[in-house]
């Protein structure tokens, strides 16, 4: 199932879209998620480059806890990575959801290429957010401009 199709995913994000991640499992605490890097995802050296597993990762392990609640929104509070080996290949990320409180979410994930080889791994912290409606089909998007007065994003 690709992403933005994904049943019960309910949101759009034309980055993960423009990179191409297939959602294959969104249930219980973990998320699995395909990916194939396209030419212009390369390093210097023509293996995936760390800010698209970064990225794989992140939504990995994001997606991961919103499968327990994907009424939520969510949003990166931290995340530590490390990078094992080289990325080539049709990769496959394995987020789990490993604690989470009432307003937060603990996590981690893997990359591995095609041979089943690590190739990076992650935790993360995230942050539970309300989605606001703003018809049947729709939600709000956060749209805070910098001239607004006591614009900014409030994480209580």
Request: charge should be neutral; charged fraction near 15%; proline fraction near 4%.
């Amino acid at each position: 199932m690709s992403w933005d199709t994904a049943v019960g995913f309910g949101v759009e994000i034309p980055f993960v879209k423009h990179l191409g991640f297939e959602l294959t499992q969104f249930e219980g605490g973990h998320s699995e998620i395909q990916y194939t890097a396209k030419p212009e995802h390369l390093n210097s050296f023509s293996v995936t480059h760390g800010g698209a597993l970064m990225t794989l990762l992140d939504v990995s392990m994001a997606t991961a806890a919103r499968s327990v609640v994907p009424d939520m929104g969510i949003v990166t509070i931290e995340m530590k990575t490390s990078f094992m080996q080289p990325a080539l290949g049709l990769l496959v990320a394995r987020g789990e959801l490993m604690h989470r409180t009432a307003t937060m979410a603990f996590t981690q994930a893997t990359v591995f290429d095609a041979n089943g080889r690590k190739c990076a791994h992650a935790t993360g912290t995230f942050k539970y957010v309300k989605r606001l409606p703003v018809g049947s089909k729709g939600v709000q998007g956060l749209n805070v401009t910098a001239d607004q007065p006591g614009a900014g994003i409030a994480t209580d």
